[in-house]
T-cell receptor, first 115, second 107 residues
């Protein structure tokens, strides 16, 4: 138990569906992250939020839309996804973004399958 | 963004010490070196972080030479449960998880 929870743990959706992934951290951290991990590939950093402000967006397609309503919650809204978007989506949080404060605590991930 | 290079895979017998070396030639002055462990279908887990010389905690040691262009993660007396992927990161304000080193511990 890392103090970071993600729901749902598994999600199957069609390409025309709209769904959302939820992440919650109970650690009092100020930074939150979304990562994508496809089979046999490195983790890809998608979005970074610091103090509820998006500070990094790594060329992610607009069909992925993040939302950070407060420092404890992070959402990833999904719409009109493609089969190649099937992957493990990981949420993480850290105390801050500066070096020596940026140890990341990861959630268990959401396994997404797009049909 | 400082990228890292580490071996793709390693095998070790139970009870042995395992050393995984990572090179990071473009490390910046403010960057730290951080190692994570990841089991299949789980998120990575922080192992250890250091800036220079040697850092030790209850699970690992991290050796960083003076030029900081490489680092070595040392796992003492590995067990089967240490079979995982190990990532070396240079962490300043940005992160890059490379392909990691897949460690297999053999009975």
């Amino acid at each position: 138990e890392t103090g970071v929870t993600q729901t749902p743990r598994h999600l199957v959706m069609g390409m025309t569906n709209k769904k959302s992934l939820k992440c919650e951290q109970h650690l009092g951290h100020n930074a939150m992250y979304w990562y994508k991990q496809s089979a046999k590939k490195p983790l890809e950093l998608m979005f970074v939020y610091s103090l509820e402000e998006r500070v990094e967006n790594n060329s992610v397609p607009s069909r992925f839309s993040p939302e950070c309503p407060n420092s404890s919650h992070l959402f990833l809204h999904l719409h009109t996804l493609q089969p190649e978007d099937s992957a493990l989506y990981l949420c993480a949080s850290s105390q801050g973004r500066e070096a020596s404060y940026n140890e990341q605590f990861f959630g268990p991930g959401t396994r997404l399958t797009v049909l | 963004l400082a990228k890292t290079t580490q071996p793709i895979s390693m095998d070790s017998y139970e009870g042995q010490e395992v050393n995984i070396t990572c090179s990071h030639n473009n490390i910046a002055t403010n960057d730290y070196i951080t190692w994570y462990q990841q089991f299949p279908s789980q998120g990575p887990r922080f192992i250890i972080q250091g800036y220079k010389t040697k850092v030790t905690n209850e699970v690992a040691s991290l050796f960083i030479p003076a030029d900081r262009k490489s680092s070595t993660l040392s796992l003492p007396r590995v067990s089967l449960s240490d079979t995982a992927v190990y990532y070396c990161l240079v962490t300043g304000n940005q992160f890059y998880f490379g392909t990691g080193t897949s460690l297999t511990v053999i009975p």
